[in-house]
């Protein structure tokens, strides 16, 4: 433990009782942080806060249900966070994935429920934390996104329009929170293991009349390292994000996607 200099570091990471949050928040109980994750459903969060301890007795776990869709369940997450873990020095808000689909296949409720997940919870989550954060070398802000922001992917016109505002976000958090030393960056995940990414694969594999594992192998082969990533290994990322030996990067979106997106910028 202590390799990034992250012990007592409190921080509450959303949508992590599985898939990429809950690979964030393992990361981040092994480096010896303090972390609450979040779920939807209590069950859903008592299971991750009984296994995460199980997995890293002695670490300091705990676990709050809310809905990010609504303004009142963020304010009360963020809070409660605070109140657990007797402060707050680390945000890393991490979407609930949306469904897969195309345009003229997602329904105009759809289009507003996930604007709200998507592009307003977050603005939501973080006025709330900053009546908590303090400025400082280690902690902040982390946004996780998708590398559809910079090349859409098909089926997902979701997460390709709508994530896009996050980074719009970053950059302004970016100018205003930098004189307080309050760091905000973001990381834009590819393919990894997760629920979402087969969800996809099985999408395709109906349309097509494949196996499932036909598509995920073709997936990975389409990233340069051949292969999807594990969620921890997004995870190293973000706990590298609030440590202080990231202590100069500011309002950068950094891909993590095993060399899958081509563009230079």
């Not at 997460?159 to 896009?164: P, V």
Request: hydrophobic share 45%; charged share 25%.
């Amino acid at each position: 433990m202590g390799r990034l200099g992250l012990e007592g570091l409190r921080v509450l990471v959303t949508a992590s009782t599985r898939g990429l949050g809950r690979g964030v928040a393992e990361v981040l109980l092994e480096e010896g942080a303090s972390v609450v994750v979040n779920g939807s459903s209590v069950e859903s969060v008592e299971r991750a806060v009984s296994q995460l301890g199980s997995r890293y007795p002695g670490s300091e776990v705990y676990g709050v249900a809310a809905d990010l869709r609504s303004a009142g369940e963020a304010a009360r997450l963020v809070d409660e966070a605070a109140r657990l873990l007797g402060g707050l020095d680390g945000l890393v808000y991490v979407p609930p994935p949306p469904p897969a689909g195309r345009v003229g296949e997602v329904g105009e409720g759809e289009w507003r429920v996930w604007a709200e997940a998507l592009a307003l919870a977050p603005v939501w989550a973080v006025r709330r934390a900053l009546r908590h954060l303090r400025g400082g070398p280690r902690g902040g802000i982390v946004f996780v996104t998708s590398v559809a922001v910079r090349e859409p992917i098909p089926d997902i016109v979701l997460s390709n329009t709508l994530r896009i505002s996050i980074h719009g976000l970053v950059r302004s958090l970016a100018r205003e929170l930098g004189p307080q030393g309050i760091r905000v960056n973001a990381v834009l995940p590819g393919y990894f293991l997760t629920d979402r990414v087969r969800g996809l694969a099985e999408k395709r594999a109906r349309e097509r009349g494949v196996p499932v594992e036909e598509v995920l192998r073709e997936i990975g082969e389409s990233v340069p390292l051949r292969r999807v990533g594990e969620p921890r290994e997004l995870g190293w990322v973000v706990a590298f994000l609030l440590s202080p030996l990231a202590s100069y990067v500011h309002g950068a979106s950094i891909p993590v996607d095993g060399g899958r997106l081509y563009s230079v910028f």
